[in-house]
């Protein structure tokens, strides 16, 4: 029970150290008053606690005592990267066989391929042109996309898991269970979707992202005790160092949010016009150009290359070897080159130099001392190049964390998924959005905001 007792005593100390701060508590209480933000956010945690128990719900025809620790199924969670981080963005269900087992990455994907179409091929490029009408059909497509994509990956699902616990399965493994779960799955996944859906609308924040922050956040309780087990239990373990590890993980996080508030303002002055008796322009704005205008991307694009190797185990079973331990040298450091070039390659293609500098020009503006046209063009490529590279190094080595803190630290994999990688850029970026969006209703209302200053700003 000692490792009851310490995170007891953890999160005893977290709840008292929120409670003394009262520049927290006047906030909640701000919150409390505004009707319509307190509805939102009662509404946005209903839904969220829906979700939570649809993890626990498990398919009807499988037997989740089968699953449990020790099982083929658990050590192969454990084992292998890529199903371990699905199962740690569901929350559990993924290893659960819950009804939301597969969770929003069929949606993700589907975005992504969509977006990357809308890069490529025209009649995509004229949907996204085409404003709100084309972002509903955009949308459209992408839930299409979604149901394809839910429908390979269904059976996928079923067939490993029978692969790996075949006593699991109560009414055995064929096609008529095969369909009816696959369909299950899609219902799951789309009734998420909706629920992303409500949230955005009605609640706070953006829904899908709150939702694969949920089952993120929900890993941590679990992880920490297994930490905590390892460092109480064990002869190698002391208290000591799992306090050295908190520390360290809240120097990620703040590290973090440096690297996503990161921006780099580039003036922009506005020509004086004046339409009838107003005058409008002659006004110097900012155009914020981000360090890590990727965002999460390039981490995931080079998480799934990296397993792309375990295809050659037969034909070329060394050079399988030496991609397939996670904290090996070889694979961090093709994983970290791979996301420093995908940084370059996703920045490239959500940000254009050549349409910022037509929109310029269009409406009046210049950048003071550059030359509209081609010399603009040029800047803000140069300024994109130079800010990209910090932000690059950054992002890779945020990716390796992990298995920097599994090898050198000695963590636990579950728990080590919080010290980098997408688990930690996903809850970063969505917990800062959401406060942003909170603190607009605040400043709104004439209250104060989250922080002292009033507002929360980005680092220049």
Same mark, same amino acid.
């Given at each position: 029970m000692n490792q009851y007792l310490v995170v007891g005593i953890v999160f005893i100390v977290?709840? $008292?150290?929120? $409670?003394?701060?009262?520049k927290l508590v006047e906030t909640l209480k701000n919150i409390y008053k505004i009707e319509e933000l307190r509805k939102r956010v009662?509404?946005?945690?209903?839904?969220?606690?829906?979700?939570?128990?649809?993890?626990?719900?498990?398919?009807?025809?499988?037997?989740?005592?089968?699953?449990?620790?020790?099982?083929?199924?658990?050590?192969?969670?454990?084992g292998n990267g890529l199903l371990g981080l699905l199962n740690v963005?569901?929350?559990?269900?993924?290893?659960n066989a819950a009804i939301f087992a597969l969770g929003v990455m069929p949606y993700i994907t589907a975005s992504i391929i969509i977006q990357l179409m809308g890069m490529m091929i025209p009649y995509f490029q004229k949907m996204q042109k085409e404003g709100e009408s084309g972002r509903r059909k955009m949308n459209q497509w992408t839930r299409f996309l979604t149901i394809g994509v839910l429908i390979l990956q269904g059976p996928a699902y079923i067939a490993n898991l029978y692969m790996q616990v075949p006593t699991a399965f109560v009414y055995g493994n064929s096609f008529g269970f095969v369909a009816y779960a696959t369909t299950i799955l899609i219902a799951g996944t789309m009734f998420i979707m909706w629920l992303g859906e409500k949230i955005t609308d009605k609640g706070i924040g953006n829904g899908i992202s709150l939702i694969i922050m949920i089952g993120i956040v929900a890993r941590l309780p679990h992880a920490l005790l297994a930490e905590v087990n390892a460092r109480v239990q064990t002869a190698s373990g002391s208290a000591i160092m799992l306090i050295?590890?908190?520390?360290?993980?809240? /120097?990620?996080?703040?590290?973090?949010i440096a690297l996503v508030q990161a921006v780099r303002k580039v003036p922009v002055q506005y020509a004086k016009r004046i339409v009838g008796n107003k005058q409008y322009?002659?006004?110097?704005?900012?155009?914020?150009?981000?360090?890590? $205008?990727?965002?999460?991307?390039?981490?995931?694009?080079?998480?799934?290359?990296?397993?792309?190797? /375990?295809?050659?185990?037969?034909?070329?079973?060394?050079?399988?070897?030496?991609f397939s331990s996670m904290t090996g040298f070889w694979y961090n450091f093709t994983l970290a080159v791979l996301v420093i070039a995908f940084t370059y390659f996703y920045t490239a293609i959500i940000i254009n130099p050549q349409m910022m500098a037509d929109d310029m020009k269009r409406n009046g503006g210049f950048i003071p001392g550059v030359k509209p046209g081609k010399q603009t063009v040029n800047y803000i490529d140069t300024i994109m190049t130079r800010i990209t590279l910090p932000g690059s190094i950054f992002l890779a080595i945020v990716a390796i964390l992990p298995a920097l803190a599994m090898k050198f630290l000695g963590i636990q994999q579950a728990f080590a998924y919080f010290y980098g990688g997408t688990s930690l850029l996903i809850m970063v970026g969505v917990v800062l959005d959401t406060l942003k969006q909170i603190e607009s209703y605040l400043l709104m209302r004439h209250y104060d905001g989250l922080m002292k200053t009033g507002r929360i700003q980005g680092r220049h």
């Open positions: 977290i709840i $008292a150290l929120l $409670a003394t701060n009262k009662l509404y946005t945690i209903g839904l969220l606690l829906v979700y939570r128990l649809g993890s626990f719900v498990v398919i009807p025809g499988i037997n989740p005592n089968a699953l449990g620790e020790g099982s083929a199924y658990a050590s192969q969670l454990e963005f569901s929350g559990g269900a993924f290893g050295l590890e908190l520390v360290l993980l809240f /120097a990620v996080f703040m590290a973090t322009g002659g006004v110097r704005q900012y155009i914020p150009l981000k360090m890590n $205008a990727a965002n999460v991307m390039p981490i995931i694009f080079a998480q799934a290359l990296m397993f792309i190797p /375990a295809l050659f185990t037969k034909a070329a079973p060394g050079f399988a070897a030496a």
